[in-house]
């Protein structure tokens, strides 16, 4: 009401700070929504930056306090960057959360990765849950079927087949090593900021990425990562790999974007999970990595408005399924799991139901505990840590010390890396 209000009276646009043109699309199209359903008269300027140069932008925009945005959509890896004071640039939204529902709406281990201090301050945009997206024309090249596929100790042995036929298996990129990491219970970091708890289960998470390279039962693409273009026209193009370990926003956003010939020829399943051979039990089937959430900046004159329009798009039917529909992520927001739309076979997947697969995996998704040197941590295992073993250059134990003691310390890589 005071949001309409204002608007009648002439208040300032809402400024939304976007990092893709794909979201970009997606928030043009929700101001419309809004628009439509809520208050005829709001008024929104969204704007698109890139995912790496939202910081900076970010950076400026606080620190002379000109053209400064009210919402952001921001990484989860950057949003630990404003979490190194006592106080953070983002508004409180804790008492608005619960009167609106979310804390029981959204899938918790996501709600707590935009929370620091027992406050929530932002809203998780995606489930961001794991799968292992493989290709269907080469598992039957080689008449091999995901039912194979239990366990990692099953990726490994089909693999050293594989490779002797001159094929690999997986793609890899360093932050498989998180990801792995975390579905099997571990973690970057605890509750109380201690720097990788579960030691010895990080050495042999990381020894297992490096088996995998030097087996070539897995295979590091010519830029040493996914996430780049070239990937697809490269390694995917020419059947060097024949599956990729990937959140849901990377195959709705990625996958097709980059290999739109191979519709039909990808599908998806649950991650394989590691067999603990004492208890004889399985891990969890999924991971978590990345995904975007919205924050309000504190110093915004339109928090009110901001915060109305976030709450819509985070609980609208339609703003949660145009998420999905529109290629962007599979929304946190547990009610829209029920809406049809979002659990039918896909075509470019092979007809496979890729909201199906992350509804039965949202209740495994691991928890991130959320802490200042997150982004560090990230920056270090994607500049060196992980590549450097892959290559054969030196062990995880020794890695990983320095990784720890360098996180502890408050420093970063070294400056010759």
Known sequence: MLACLSRLLGAEPVNIWISSQQDK?????MVRLYQKEVDPNFAANVQAFGFREMPDKLAIAFKTQTNTPDIVQLDEVFFGMYLQGADTPFVDLTDRVKKAKLDVDILPQRLELFSHRGKVLGLPQSLSAVVLYYRRDLFEQFSLSPSQFQTWDDVMRIGADLVAENQSFLALDPSYFGILLRQRGGHLFDEDGGVLP????AVDTLEFLGELAQSQVGLMPDRSTIFDP???GGDVANNEIMAIVGADWYGLDMIQQFSPELEGEWGIMPLPAWRDEETKTDSVRTSTFAGQGLVIYKGSEVIDESWEFVEFVMTNREANAQRFLQGNSFPAFKPAFEDLRLLQPQPFFGYDSMGQILVELAPDIPRIAMNPKRPMAVFMIR????????????????????????????GGPPDED
């Open 198 to 201: 579960d030691f010895d289960l």
């Open 383 to 410: 500049e060196g840590l992980l590549s450097g073993i892959m290559y054969g250059e030196g062990d995880a134990r020794s890695s990983l010390t320095r990784f720890k003691e360098q996180l502890e310390s408050g």
């Open 230 to 232: 070239v990937f697809f």
């Open 25 to 29: 699309i997606y928030y043009d199209n």
